[in-house]
């Protein structure tokens, strides 16, 4: 039986998950300044991810960085969002 779809499928969902409560929250309380950072976490993680000799964490690294480069994103919407309220 092969597990790592399951797994992957999870950690999507997850990582899905907390970033869309994660932007809301952060982009309440510190506006547009939690996204630099975020991006930059992104793509230490990447770094991590091509750098691993397991594919099934390596994948799992892939896809939390590359939820928080969309979250990097998804916070400069969001002010975007707010300022057409």
Do not use: N
Request: glycine share 10%; hydrophobic share 50%; aromatic share 8%.
């Amino acid at each position: 039986m092969q597990w790592t779809g399951v797994l992957l499928a999870s950690v999507t969902f997850a990582t899905i998950g907390v970033g869309h409560v994660l932007v809301r929250r952060l982009h309440a309380r510190y506006g547009t300044r939690p996204a630099l950072p975020c991006f930059g976490v992104g793509l230490l993680v990447i770094a991590f991810s091509l750098a691993t000799q397991s594919d099934l964490l390596s994948g799992s690294l892939g896809l939390v960085a590359i939820t928080l480069l969309w979250d990097g994103i998804e916070i400069y919407r969001q002010e975007k969002r707010m300022k057409a309220i």
